[in-house]
């Protein structure tokens, strides 16, 4: 039997890429549903080459286009974010790629998991702002996580097999695109600057994550609960060539790193295809020719959101939610340029510590945190503006 796969976040980088895969292998996998956010016109273009039973417009001034240029499609065409929640959780869907942009991926994850679907995800923001939450239910329905982010997977591709648990975890990071550039130069970075990634090609929020390091940060909290292991069991080391993409390592020394030329569809396909691996036309490693590996020690001076990640996870409760509002509300200001790149992490520390502590938040708690961690962020970000 074929896998149905739904895709959320169809029009986004890695949801272009999952289409690339499934359409690749055609035998193995059926798109059943895909949805953007606004790209209606890549929507309607991508619905009319996939031809899935359903699509979704999660905004509402876009379904008519949409509705309108599928309507001699045997495609049904919904709206709003409520029927993403509804649509994953239809018989005909066995994986629910979740690679929809930041908190927007909560509430139609748990939706899929509370239906027994495996996950493959993509979307990071899921786990950090509810990741105890996401976890036990996973268990009680026995939705398998299977992790689309590249770090994540190759943590999952070493412990495949192993039957001891790790002793640590490496998590390597390219660096982004200022690894060489000093605390002062990056009072006055551009825009243009950040979004120029030297090894990888993805959206804009987790391209400015990786230039302010917080994307590795946030990988530190989505391992943590992935792997159920301590923050302080997990390293992050900079390795520029990002041909190891992260290590695990074994109580008798003994560490295993997955490698590749840096590709994200490879992670995508081996989370659809799971436990399988199936062809891909990647290029393929020449050692000789890249001559040496890099590792260094990243600057927790130079990039703070390192330190505020694990400072927020150790804290644990509701915090990390309310850090992960405050980073993508941040993010976003300096995309208009209203924020400098150096005011992101200010931002993100103000909000977190002005956050009422809740322990062990429910899912109306996380909401409420979400919502309130935003609401503050917005005035930081407008009185930074007004200077
Ligand atoms: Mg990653």
Not at 1 to 14: D, P, V
Not at 36 to 65: H, R
Not at 89 to 98: D, N, Y
Not at 260 to 277: E, F, G, T
Request: charged share 20%; hydrophobic share 40%; aromatic share 6%.
């Amino acid at each position: 039997m074929r896998r149905g796969i739904a895709i959320l976040g169809s029009t986004g980088s890695i949801g272009t890429q999952a289409i690339e895969v499934c359409l690749r292998h055609p035998d193995i996998f059926s798109i059943e549903l895909l949805t953007a956010k606004q790209n209606s016109k890549l929507l309607i273009e991508q619905a009319l080459k996939v031809q899935p039973n359903a699509v979704v417009i999660a905004d509402e001034s876009k379904y008519q286009e949409v509705n309108d240029a599928l309507s001699g499609e045997d495609i049904k065409v919904f709206t709003g974010i409520e029927s993403v929640n509804s649509l994953v959780q239809g018989e005909s869907i066995h994986i629910v790629l979740t690679a929809m942009v930041g908190f927007s991926g909560l509430e139609p994850t748990i939706s899929a998991i509370k239906a027994g679907k495996a996950i493959a995800l993509a979307n990071k923001e899921t786990l950090v702002a509810a990741g105890d939450l996401v976890i036990s239910l996973a268990k009680e329905s026995g939705s398998p996580i299977i992790p689309v982010d590249s770090e994540h997977s190759a943590i999952f591709q070493c412990l495949q097999g192993e039957r001891s648990k790790a002793e640590k975890l490496i998590l390597t990071a390219s660096g982004g695109p200022f690894l060489k550039k000093s605390i002062k130069d990056l009072q006055n970075v551009t825009i243009s600057d950040t979004l120029n990634h030297p090894n990888w090609k993805m959206g804009s929020k987790v391209t400015v994550d990786s230039a302010t390091m917080m994307n590795k940060g946030l990988e530190m909290i989505e391992a943590k609960w992935l792997f159920n292991m301590k923050p302080e069991d997990i390293d992050i080391v900079i390795h520029p060539q990002s041909i190891i993409h992260s290590m695990v390592q074994f109580k008798d020394g003994s560490v295993t790193a997955q490698m590749s030329s840096p590709d994200m569809k490879l992670p995508i396909q081996y989370a659809l295809s799971y436990p399988n691996r199936l062809e891909l036309n990647t290029k393929r490693i020449n050692f000789t020719e890249i001559g040496r590996f890099d590792f260094m020690e990243p600057d927790r001076e130079k990039f703070p959101c390192i330190s505020i990640a694990y400072d927020a996870i150790l804290k644990g409760g509701n915090i990390p939610c309310a850090m992960n509002a405050a980073n993508e509300l941040a993010v976003e200001a300096f995309l208009r340029s209203d924020i400098q790149f150096t005011s992101i992490h200010k931002v993100t520390q103000e909000v977190v510590n002005g956050t009422m502590f809740v322990a062990k938040p429910k899912l109306s708690d996380i909401i409420d945190t979400d919502r309130t961690a935003r609401i503050e962020a917005a005035e930081i970000i407008n009185k930074l503006k007004a200077k």
